[in-house]
């Protein structure tokens, strides 16, 4: 699987990590974002990274779906490992 996406606030806006590149966004939403003064760097970034880490999230569910179903079913017949010695 690729490498997770850093939520980490220092490392995510750090200038070394950051590349200019090119966008093409509706015109009547980037005016209304430069009227608002919304910074569209910081905006399609954050929203970028949520998307990006919900993407990776869902790959992983599918990547893992067939081990998950085994544990739980191993837990429901076997039940949690060290369970005997429980004190709560």
Request: glycine share 2%; with cysteine.
């Amino acid at each position: 699987m690729s490498e997770l996406v850093s939520d980490h606030p220092i490392r995510s806006s750090h200038k070394s990590s950051r590349r200019a590149t090119n966008l093409s966004l509706s015109l009547d939403v980037l005016e209304a974002a430069k009227a608002l003064n919304i910074n569209i760097s910081q905006t399609c970034d954050a929203y970028l990274r949520k998307v990006v880490k919900e993407e990776q999230a869902r790959r992983w569910r599918e990547e893992y779906a067939d081990f998950v179903v085994a544990y739980n079913e191993t837990l429901a017949t076997e039940g949690l490992p060290l369970d005997e010695w429980k004190t709560f």
